[in-house]
């Protein structure tokens, strides 16, 4: 490889990565909810933009396929901030895949694993984007796949994965590059229903840190790309609420069909009342300074955190929160 020339490849070999994931396929309902295999076209269509998505004969990749890209997007975000070159073909380690995303590590699992790669190439996404400037903007319709190509590199005797390299999209590699992707909590992968998943990934993608975010459920419905009927999807819906099992936030549906979601933070200062003292928001300029003090990890899921800890520590009075906040992630990286 010529001195100063982009790397053939990537080799994943970050160990606990931060997980992170794309804004677009947070937004759109690209992956399938289905436990079975989901052969029909998906046609979406959301302010302007227009997405197909077309399986292959083993169906749509699922939203638990999207751990490996997910596994991917994080390893290479953790070399970007790292300062490290990087590639849009990848050769990661089967089993550190299955660890990071909470999977058994059984023969089974690596079936599995190897079906999700099939679903994943097999997959096509046709959409409208919008180029050029405001006042002579140019609409360009293209197509792709979730991944370009994957091929297993090793085996061991029985014929199990060790190796394998992946070519992501260009459309997901660019997307790395712009850092266009945002923090998930670790739990995420430990969520089994794909319904509680999606509705982290909205939750994660439209409410962040605000204190709140509401969403009609027939809009949610459509945005979640379930293929219920709305009746069961509200009834799954209230399920999921009762059971509060999503890591971040806490979700409740209130009179109207509406979905609250608000960050647990946010809800703990709730649950003391309006009395409670509540922490002023942060500047932009504490932000900057915390993620000098904490590269690679997301300041607002940072701040989210403290301000849990200091709810559970009695909610001390702080003449300075964003000194404050700053010592705290000094001491949290030290």
């Known amino acids: 490889m010529a001195v100063g020339a982009p790397p053939d490849f990537f080799a994943c070999d970050i160990f606990d990565a931060v997980p992170k994931d794309d804004l677009a396929s947070m937004e759109h309902p690209l992956f399938s909810l289905s436990t079975r295999p989901d052969r029909q076209v998906l046609s979406y269509a959301h302010r302007g933009t227009r997405i197909e998505v077309v399986p292959s004969v083993k169906g749509r990749a699922t939203i638990h396929d999207k751990d490996i890209l997910i596994y991917c997007t994080s390893q290479l975000m953790s070399a970007l901030n790292a300062g490290r070159d990087v590639a849009r073909t990848l050769h990661l380690t089967a089993h550190d895949l299955l660890l990071a995303t909470r999977r058994e590590t059984s ?47 090793r085996r061991t005797r029985g014929g199990r994965m060790v190796q394998v390299r992946v070519t992501l999209s260009e459309w997901l590699y660019r997307a790395v590059l712009a850092k266009s992707v945002l923090t998930l909590s670790r739990d995420y992968f430990g969520l089994r229903r794909p319904l509680e998943r999606r509705l982290y990934e909205l939750a994660r ?9 509401r969403i009609g459920l027939a809009t949610l419905h459509a945005k979640s790309g379930s293929g219920s009927p709305l009746r069961v999807f509200r009834a799954m819906v209230r399920q999921i609420c009762t059971e509060d099992r999503l890591p971040d936030y806490v979700l409740a549906v209130e009179e109207g069909d509406v979905l609250l979601v608000r960050p647990r933070a946010a809800a703990a200062l709730l649950e003391d009342g309006p009395g409670a003292p509540v922490l002023p928001p942060l500047s932009p300029a504490i932000h900057d300074r915390a993620r000098a003090m904490a590269p690679g990890l997301d300041v607002h899921a940072l701040e989210a955190e403290w301000r849990g800890v200091w709810a559970r520590s009695g909610r001390p009075l702080l003449r300075n929160p964003g000194a404050a906040f700053l010592g705290w992630v000094k001491k949290r990286e030290a």
């Open 205 to 213: 993608k439209h409410c962040g840190r605000q204190q709140d975010w």
């Open 107 to 153: 023969g089974d699992a690596y079936r599995r694993l190897r079906e999700a790669f099939e679903r994943l190439a097999g997959t096509r996404i046709t959409t409208n984007l919008v180029t050029g400037p405001p006042e002579d903007p140019v609409e360009v319709t293209r197509g792709f796949g979730l991944i370009e190509d994957w091929e297993i590199v």
